[in-house]
Every structure is written in structure tokens, then in C-alpha cells.
């Protein structure tokens, strides 16, 4: 009983940290002709400087372990958007009375929270052919957010999110 206990401890915890990717692409893309990217100029982000850096700094190493090179005049540019947002809570606990007499009836019900909101994050990946100004590959993470980590947990969960993306670009065209 008491392992049972430890392994749904261990579920909660894991699952609230789990990042979640989808992605879209332009079915008519040949993605082999796109060898060399870049990111616009104009973009802003959205995350701090210091994770703006740092996530630049974890997707030219994941691109370049790819095969794809930065480039000054390339196939594709990238465009990296995030916001946070909150999620209402789900957990209520309901509280009811009511009664009943001589065809009347009557009743009161009170939903209390229980717990907080959780924050979190929601990063967009755009990769646009620079020459037909086309989306063509798009990826969006989404992460329960801790603000309260330090600067190394924050690279980590930059990895992971960047790790994530990337697996699924190229992508398997399904038959």
C-alpha cells in the first residue's frame, strides 16, 4: 500500500513538470532544401534576456547537431514567441444542502477551491522560408512554469523544450 502511495507521489510530480509539443507543417514542403536558417531580426521573444540567450544559445547547438547551419542569407527563419498564462483551478470541493417538503423544493451549493492556479508557459516556434516569406514548419511547447528556479534549472528546461521541438523536424511524412 505504501509503494502504491510513493508511485502516485512520484505520477503528481512528474506529470505537472512534462512538456507537451505539437506541430504543423506545409504538407507540399520538400524540407531536405532547407539546409541554412537564420532568425529575424525583429524578434522579440517574449522571455527575459537572459533566456532569450539562453535558448538562442541551446537551438544553435540543437540545429547545428541537425545539420542545419546559421547563415547570413538563409533557407529558412526562424521566429520564437512565448507567452505565460495561468490555468484555472480544476479542484473543487463541493458543499450541499437542500430540502424538500410539500412539492417545494430548494437547495444551495458553494464550490471552494482548493489550491493554486498553475502557471505556464507557451513557446511558439515558427520556421519561415525566407525567399516565399511561407510558414512552412511550426512548434509549440507548452510547460508548467516554476519561476522560482535557478539559472541552471532554467537551461535545463530549455534543453528539454528545445530537444522536444527539434525531434519532431523534420517531419515523417505519413503515408
Known amino acids: 500500500?505504501?509503494?502504491?502511495?510513493?508511485?502516485?507521489?512520484?505520477?503528481?510530480?512528474?506529470?505537472?513538470?512534462?512538456?507537451?509539443?505539437?506541430?504543423?507543417?506545409?504538407?507540399?514542403?520538400?524540407?531536405?532544401?532547407?539546409?541554412t536558417y537564420n532568425y529575424?531580426?525583429?524578434?522579440?521573444?517574449?522571455?527575459?534576456?537572459?533566456?532569450?540567450?539562453?535558448?538562442?544559445?541551446?537551438?544553435?547547438?540543437?540545429m547545428q547537431a541537425e545539420g542545419l547551419l546559421l547563415s547570413e542569407e538563409p533557407d529558412f527563419l526562424v521566429?520564437?514567441?512565448?507567452?505565460?498564462?495561468?490555468?484555472?483551478?480544476?479542484?473543487?470541493?463541493?458543499?450541499?444542502?437542500?430540502?424538500t417538503g410539500k412539492n417545494v423544493g430548494g437547495g444551495v451549493s458553494v464550490g471552494i477551491p482548493i489550491g493554486q492556479s498553475n502557471v505556464q508557459q507557451e513557446i511558439h516556434f515558427d520556421f519561415v522560408d525566407s525567399q516565399k516569406e511561407m510558414l512552412i514548419w511550426q512548434a509549440i511547447s507548452k510547460n508548467y512554469l516554476n519561476e522560482n528556479v535557478t539559472p541552471v534549472e532554467r537551461e535545463k528546461k530549455l534543453q528539454e523544450i528545445?530537444?522536444?521541438?527539434?525531434?519532431?523536424?523534420p517531419p515523417k511524412k505519413r503515408k
Do not use: W
Open 1 to 35: 500500500m505504501k509503494g502504491l502511495g510513493f508511485m502516485l507521489l512520484v505520477l503528481l510530480f512528474t506529470s505537472c513538470h512534462v512538456v507537451r509539443v505539437q506541430t504543423d507543417y506545409e504538407k507540399e514542403t520538400d524540407f531536405s532544401n532547407y539546409t
Open 79 to 99: 521566429n520564437i514567441q512565448s507567452g505565460i498564462y495561468q490555468t484555472p483551478r480544476n479542484n473543487t470541493v463541493g458543499v450541499g444542502v437542500g430540502g
Open 162 to 169: 528545445v530537444e522536444k521541438v527539434l525531434s519532431r523536424y
Open 40 to 62: 529575424y531580426d525583429d524578434m522579440e521573444t517574449g522571455l527575459s534576456e537572459l533566456d532569450e540567450k539562453r535558448l538562442i544559445k541551446i537551438l544553435d547547438a540543437a
